[in-house]
């Protein structure tokens, strides 16, 4: 089994900043692509940002300019750097790490528990 912890939600002004991680752990051969969704209440989820192994990434439109996502192998750790936030950036955020467990070497995706993010005006 392999676990996600997540951390660094919270509450924060409009223009501010927050940083978000998810830890991975347990039984990981390797990772591949690591991702952010978020889901805002009452909407569906949504993809919001996704890096590669070769560290390639790829952003909603909505967050592009704004956020950085990036990850440290070394740590299995995955990060979301928001700046700039908006009202509109309110949600439960929720990694995704696709893993290639180290018993079987196969690959399963796993995602975090959620970490709530507020943007107050």
């Known amino acids: 089994q392999v676990q996600l912890v997540e951390s660094g939600g919270g509450l924060m002004q409009v223009g501010g900043s927050l940083r978000l991680s998810c830890a991975a752990s347990?039984?990981?051969?390797?990772?591949?692509?690591m991702s952010w969704f978020r889901q805002a209440l009452g909407k569906q989820r949504e993809l919001v940002a996704t890096?590669?192994?070769?560290?390639?990434?790829n952003y909603a439109d909505s967050v592009k300019g704004r956020f950085t996502i990036s990850r440290d192998n070394a740590k299995n750790t995955v990060y979301l750097e928001m700046n700039s936030l908006k009202p509109e950036d309110t949600a439960v955020y929720y990694c995704?790490?696709?893993?290639?467990?180290?018993?079987?070497?196969?690959?399963?995706?796993?995602w975090g528990q959620g970490i709530m993010v507020t943007v107050s005006s």
């Open positions: 890096i590669t192994t070769g560290g390639r990434t």
């Open positions: 347990g039984n990981i051969f390797s990772i591949n692509d």
């Open positions: 995704r790490v696709w893993v290639v467990e180290a018993t079987t070497h196969v690959e399963n995706d796993y």
